[in-house]
T-cell receptor, first 111, second 119 residues
């Protein structure tokens, strides 16, 4: 199935720094979701986006639905050690019930 | 919020045996559930879409007879790895799909995953 382009693939940052990651698709999506996965666990939903241009926050996390409807961004401000994990984007195109996933961004926060 | 329960969380079996993994939506009905396989440090790979009351839709390259999926009720889907071999060892995750476009429930809720080790 289709896989979304997610970047960067991995990040090593100092505690307190901000983080940005993004996902792009070749087709238009009507839904963008951002998940975090801890080792050995299932992904947990962080933010859901449903409208082009939508900007939604969840604590220190902010995500945006790109106006072209082909991309989405996730920002984490003032990172802390518990932010460590793999972050995945997921998007759903206009047609069908299928969600497609990004390749993941592995985040390491150095205390 | 929506909760998806997956069981067992870990299973170790001998080569040649079959293993069943259950995925339950605890507080909502799911006409669609998805099964994924995940290798270490990699993304989720969709294996199949489980449809309540009908046959599952398998992704290209996934063996239907190897990975049997049953979605007998609106809250339960099962994945059976038949005649498991060491190469089937992996992390399997399920998710419950949205109730429908425009329903307001357009998110995927994941189970905690099942770690299968085939000896």
């Amino acid at each position: 199935g289709q896989q979304l382009n997610q970047s960067p693939q991995s990040m090593f940052i100092q505690e307190g720094e901000d983080v940005s990651m993004n996902c792009t698709s070749s087709s238009i999506f009507n839904t963008w979701l951002w998940y975090k996965q801890d080792p050995g666990e299932g992904p947990v939903l962080l933010i859901a986006l449903y409208k082009a241009g939508e900007l939604t926050s969840n604590g220190r996390l902010t995500a945006q639905f790109g106006i072209t409807r082909k991309d989405s961004f996730l920002n984490i401000s003032a990172s802390i050690p518990s932010d460590v994990g793999i972050y995945f984007c997921a998007g759903r195109p206009n047609t069908g019930n299928q969600f497609y996933f990004g390749t993941g961004t592995s985040l390491t926060v150095i205390p | 919020g929506a909760v998806v329960s997956q069981h067992p969380s870990r299973v170790i079996c001998k080569s040649g045996t079959s293993v069943k993994i259950e995925c339950r939506s605890l507080d909502f009905q799911a006409t669609t559930m998805f099964w994924y396989r995940q290798f270490p440090k990699q993304s989720l790979m969709l294996m199949a879409t489980s449809n309540e009351g009908s046959k599952a839709t398998y992704e290209q390259g996934v063996e239907k007879d190897k990975f049997l999926i049953n979605h007998a009720s609106l809250t339960l889907s099962t994945l059976t790895v038949t005649s498991a071999h060491p190469e089937d060892s992996s992390f399997y995750i399920c998710s419950a799909g949205p109730a429908g476009i425009g329903s307001g429930a357009n998110v995927l809720t994941f189970g905690a995953g099942s770690r299968l080790t085939v000896l």
